[in-house]
């Protein structure tokens, strides 16, 4: 029987610790299995670390603010020691706006972890998560690469939604053509994009999803290249980070059954906070040029066009052969 391990780490309001302004406060709820759940606590100054047995062979380090940002990063690890070498199985980075009470919650489930923000009062089930198609070889540097695969559909279209038509937001359509090395159209390619909303935030997914993809919200979606190399997102045109960060759109490129690797993001030569270090950093650009020139259409959508070079500035890439029909 596969061993489910459910943590919950969350702050109390109305504790004399929380009331002092100098501290974080924490509270630690542990619980493996079916046995009695085990509880820590604890009260940090702003700039410190340090670390809680949560359970036998886990524990938590936790990084807290200095206490000056106006969106203060507070790092929370979730550290397996069972094999005598400690293993980070969850890294959770907290910029939400200054607060001394921290609230998190931790469900681990076999290979995977569910870590939510903000935290549901008790932590999620197993039985919910979304199945994990298997992944393809990583290439290059790449920590989020396998989060295309949670909950990928079995069948593809060259034309794919990522906001319901629900959604709001001004509408947009992304197209482009994958090309290979040699200029020629690539078919069967695999593209993944996922962005934030009209405000700026990635909307939490119901079921939620492990840490390989909840951080990538509720909107995202796949589309797989025709036989001219075209592929179609429907979506909304996001917005930026409230923390200052320009609109974009994250992009990965899996070439079935070879590789995966993540391109630059997609972003918008009309943002003003698109600024000229960020254009050079984008330069020469992962994948091909990613600073798109929106325009509108006579109906108001928004229409980016994107071509996707396989493998152009990727570390360590090799032309993959044309890809297998495992997912066709």
Known sequence: MRRLIAIALFAFAGSALAADSTQYQFNLIAKVGDGKPTTVSGAYPPASTH?????????????TPTGKE??????????????????VRADRRDNRPAARERNYTFTICGERVIALNPSPPTPPSCSGLLPMAKADPVVGR???????YEGMPEKFASRARIAPMSEPGEPLVLTGRVLGSDGKARSGIIVYAYHTNAEGIYPEPN????????????LRGWART??????????????????????????HVIEPGCGTYFIDELLFSDDPRLTAQLRERMSPGRGGKGIVTPQ???????????DIHLGENILDYTACAAPSPARS
């Open 51 to 63: 670390r809680l047995r949560a359970a036998d062979h886990l524990l938590f380090e936790i990084e």
């Open 70 to 87: 106006e969106w203060p990063n507070t790092s929370v690890k979730l550290i397996d020691d069972s094999s005598g070498t400690p293993v």
């Open 142 to 148: 790449c920590s989020d690469c396998t989060g295309p």
């Open 207 to 218: 079921p939620p999803r492990s840490t390989a993809s909840n951080h990538h919200g509720q």
């Open 226 to 251: 025709d036989a001219d190399g075209r592929y179609e997102f429907d979506t909304i045109r996001p917005a930026g980070y409230p923390g200052g960060e320009p609109q974009h759109i994250h992009m």
């Open 296 to 306: 509108r259409d006579a109906d108001g959508t928004w229409q980016v066009v994107r």
